[in-house]
Structures are given as structure tokens and as C-alpha cells.
């Protein structure tokens, strides 16, 4: 009976810190897939000497977004010469809000502007809430902070 006991009281202690340890390597996961499309973006621009940007899709970043390159550096991604580089789908259990839409690399590998992304964890708890500082040179800080 003191077994149980004893073990019913680790497994209350044990599983909420578990939960916390899975909803941030959900969120890390999430961080991780932005970095890379910003630093695909920035690599397509300097490879091929043209414009791309990352485009939410829906007008919503939570919807999924998108890798463009433009092809005729016009400014807009309809014409024929554009390309859509890559597709990242719908993020789950999370929400990402962008500063702009799109984020714009212009051909130099630089961004048109300094950008933040906010990465939140559904039912945030602790530090599972994350900002990704994008400099204009594509240079990117990562920030825990408490969920709101």
C-alpha cells in the first residue's frame, strides 16, 4: 500500500513537468521550421541574384506560407517568371504572428525590413513562448519569454 502510495505521488509530480518538457520541444520544433525558411529565403536570393519572400497563405501564417522567388524582380509573385520554391504546411498546436506579410529578401540576401515572429505554444505554460528576431542582414536572435 506505501508503494502505491508512493508511486501515485510521482506519477502526480512527474507527468505536468513531462507535459511542459513535450509543449516546449513543440514550440522549438515550430522556432526551428521558421529559421530554416528564413534562412532558405535568404540563401535562394544570394544563389540566384533575384527577390523572394515567405508569403502567408490565406492571409495567415497558421495557415501555412510559402517560399517565392521572383523571377522578373517586379515586386509581385504572379507572373509567369515566379516561382513558388516551397510550401510549408499548417503548424499544429502552436500560433506564429509575423510582424509583415511577406517577409521580402531582396536580391542581396538582405531583408526590406528588420521582421519578429512570435512562436506560442497552445496552452502556453512557463517559458514556451518564443520571439525570433530577424535582422535586416538576416541575422536571427531567439528570446524565450513567460506566455502571456
Not at 528588420?114 to 496552452?123: E, F, H, I, K, P
Request: charged fraction near 15%; hydrophobic fraction near 40%; glycine fraction near 10%.
Amino acid at each position: 500500500m506505501v508503494t502505491l502510495t508512493v508511486l501515485a505521488i510521482m506519477i502526480a509530480v512527474g507527468v505536468p513537468g513531462f507535459n511542459q518538457f513535450v509543449q516546449g520541444q513543440r514550440t522549438t520544433t515550430q522556432v526551428n521550421a521558421v529559421i530554416q525558411a528564413v534562412n532558405l529565403a535568404r540563401s535562394e536570393a544570394l544563389s540566384r541574384g533575384r527577390p523572394t519572400a515567405l508569403r502567408s497563405m490565406d492571409g495567415d501564417f497558421n495557415t501555412g506560407y510559402e517560399l517565392w522567388v521572383d523571377g522578373n524582380s517586379d515586386g509581385d509573385f504572379v507572373d509567369a517568371e515566379d516561382e513558388a520554391l516551397r510550401i510549408y504546411e499548417p503548424i499544429q498546436q502552436a500560433s506564429y504572428t509575423f510582424s509583415a506579410d511577406p517577409l521580402n529578401f531582396l536580391a542581396s540576401g538582405w531583408l526590406g525590413g528588420a521582421y519578429t515572429v512570435n512562436v506560442l505554444a497552445d496552452g502556453c505554460k512557463q517559458q514556451n513562448d518564443r520571439n525570433i528576431f530577424i535582422t535586416r542582414t538576416g541575422g536571427i536572435n531567439v528570446v524565450r519569454n513567460n506566455c502571456p
